[in-house]
C-alpha cells in the first residue's frame, strides 16, 4: 500500500471539483416541486390530458364493478382517446420546447 500522497503533490485534475463548486456557487438548483410547476406552465394540456385519463379509467371500472358493461365499454373508449389527446399533447409540447430553446453558446 502506498502511503497517501501529500497535497502539494496532487495534480490539478483531482482539484478541478473545487474550482466548479465555485463557478457554481450561485446557481440555484430546481427542486422537485419546482420542476414540477415549470413543466404544467410550459405544457398544460399534459396533466389535463392525464387527469381525463384516470377519470375515463376510473368511472369505467366503477360502472364495470356495478354490472353497467355497455357504460364501461363506453368509458374505455373515452380512456383511449383521451390517452391518445395526452401523446399528442405531450409531442406538441416536446417539439415547442425543442424549437424555442436557444443553440448552446460555444
Given amino acids: 500500500m502506498a502511503p497517501a500522497a501529500a497535497p502539494a503533490d496532487l495534480p490539478t485534475e483531482e482539484l478541478d471539483w473545487i ?6 456557487a450561485g ?4 427542486t422537485t416541486k419546482e420542476k414540477m410547476v ?3 406552465n410550459e405544457n398544460p394540456l399534459v396533466p389535463i390530458g392525464c387527469a381525463a385519463t384516470l377519470t375515463a379509467l376510473g368511472f369505467g371500472l366503477w ?5 353497467r358493461s355497455q357504460m364501461s365499454q363506453y368509458m374505455m373508449r373515452a ?3 383521451a390517452q391518445g389527446f ?3 399533447a405531450l409531442i406538441i409540447g416536446v417539439g415547442l420546447t425543442y424549437g424555442s430553446k436557444e443553440p448552446a453558446k460555444k
Fill in 79 to 81: 380512456r383511449i382517446l
Fill in 19 to 24: 474550482q466548479m463548486r465555485k463557478d457554481f
Fill in 27 to 30: 446557481v440555484h438548483a430546481e
Fill in 38 to 40: 415549470r413543466k404544467i
Fill in 63 to 67: 360502472n364495470f364493478r356495478q354490472g
Fill in 86 to 88: 395526452t401523446v399528442i
